[in-house]
């Protein structure tokens, strides 16, 4: 994961973590928590009845899910198509291009990290041998960059599949605490203590499934997303490739200018 993206992931989770942990200490301070009993009072609300029923199965999935907020946060502003092809780089290397400043509208394109930038770069380098060998190096670099954002968004796909796993383990801990009743209790068992093991299940089923509908339908989304620019950016190259040719063609003496130029020296994304 990129570092702007761990800059929004790691500060949501903690404060997640703070936020979550109070109510998960005072739930393990009520009487009758150590066995398995957490019964809602009558003066106590819905939502605080649901934390100290969730336990700290719920404290695992609600940390999750910061998780899970801050990487859809992040992703919607990355790969958006202003990012991807920001206009403002279009139109400063369409001018210089249309003034035959090749070696300038080049510089212009080393200097930015955007995703046609990157793949466009590319192709220049390889103009000097020809439009074939420049257009298979963008194919190159559109699939580099394309499997670096599909990469990202496994994590959101880790997050919807662990979300019911995990939300499973609460429902058979909770029923394991139910039985623990009916055990211990003999043949009159309090429906309060039943009621504690069964709410801890089917809260930590709701709460998993609730964390993976999210997280799947975004994943989805931010895929469909990357495949849409990854076209648009091939596209717009390809154009703007066709503007470059006739300034960047071994032997003309701008080809010089741009063949020592390495991978190395243009800014590449964190993985």
């Known amino acids: 994961m990129s570092t702007p993206c761990r800059r929004w992931v790691a500060p949501l989770a903690f404060v997640g973590l703070l936020v979550l942990t109070s109510p998960l200490v005072a739930w393990a301070q009520e009487p009758g928590v150590a066995d398995g009993v957490v019964a809602a009072s009558e003066s106590e609300s819905f939502l605080s009845w649901m934390i100290r029923a969730s336990g700290p199965i719920g404290l ?107 939300g499973l383990v609460g429902t058979v801990y909770g029923m394991i605490i139910s039985f623990q009743v009916i055990a211990t209790a003999g043949s009159s068992p309090q429906a309060s203590a039943l009621a504690a093991g069964i709410s801890t299940a089917l809260f930590a089923t709701l709460e998993g499934i609730a964390l993976s509908i999210p997280a799947i339908y975004f994943y989805a989304l931010f895929r469909n997303r990357i495949a849409r620019l990854s076209l648009e950016v091939a596209l717009a190259a390809d154009s703007l490739l066709e503007q470059f040719s006739p300034g960047i063609r071994a032997p003309h003496p701008l080809a010089s200018a741009v063949m020592p130029v390495t991978r190395s020296a243009l800014p590449v994304a964190d993985k």
């Open 60 to 166: 695992v999935i609600m940390i999750m899910s910061f998780y899970m907020i801050a990487l859809i946060v992040w992703m919607t502003k990355q790969y958006r198509r202003t990012v991807a092809l920001p206009d403002r780089l279009i139109r400063e290397v369409g001018e210089l291009l249309s003034q035959k400043q090749y070696t300038e509208a080049y510089q212009r394109l080393a200097a930015d990290a955007s995703f046609l930038a990157r793949v466009l770069a590319a192709g220049v380098r390889k103009l000097p041998s020809g439009m074939a060998p420049a257009q298979k190096a963008m194919e190159m670099a559109n699939d580099d960059v394309t499997m670096e954002m599909e990469h990202r968004t496994t994590y959101l796909a880790t997050v919807g599949t662990l979300g019911p796993m995990i």
